[in-house]
């Protein structure tokens, strides 16, 4: 349970960062992992209509609070809060024909359905996950780690507040 919570604080420690556009070619993530040749557009993002709003891990212990929004320019924001109260937040973009998460477009995104989106890494050392809906109310981030799947389940909160 703990490495269960442990991998996701870790992933959205690292997905919920300020988010900076920091300038990495193509050719330096390519170099890395070869990235899929994707079948979506910039505005299947409006697919994750579903993940707007506040949410709340259902772990035991320190809770995952983080808020979605997505923007006009076809970006989903996520803000996290801390325990501190001390917010950060990263943005999926789009970005050379695909969607990138994180600081420094550490995940690719090689799947958007109407129910799901998979992020892959495209550096060494970060792992895929996915997002799964399971409802109006309900979604899991699932890490994908050699051990095997890692669900969370996300549960919508009325109001993210530190």
């Known amino acids: 349970m703990k490495i269960l919570l442990l991998s996701l604080l870790l992933t959205a420690s690292f997905a919920c960062r300020q988010s900076a556009d920091l300038p990495v070619a193509a ?38 609070r983080q808020s979605f929004h997505i923007t006009d320019d076809f970006q989903l924001e996520i803000n996290d809060i801390s325990e501190q109260g001390e917010p950060a937040s990263t943005m999926l973009s789009w970005y050379e024909g695909h969607f990138y998460l994180g600081e420094n477009r550490d995940w690719v995104v090689t799947w958007i359905g109407e129910k799901d989106v998979r992020f892959d890494p495209v550096r060494p050392g970060k792992l895929p996950f996915t997002w799964t809906r399971f409802g109006e109310n309900q979604w899991y981030h699932v890490s994908h780690r050699p051990d095997g799947d890692h669900p969370v389940l996300m549960q919508r909160a009325d109001e993210v507040q530190p």
Request: glycine letters at 6%; aromatic letters at 8%; charged letters at 25%.
């Open 27 to 64: 050719a330096e993530i390519q170099s890395t992992v070869t990235i899929p040749d994707v079948r979506y557009t910039q505005n299947d993002i409006r697919k994750l209509r579903w993940i707007e709003g506040a949410w709340e891990s259902t772990q035991p212990g320190k809770p995952v």
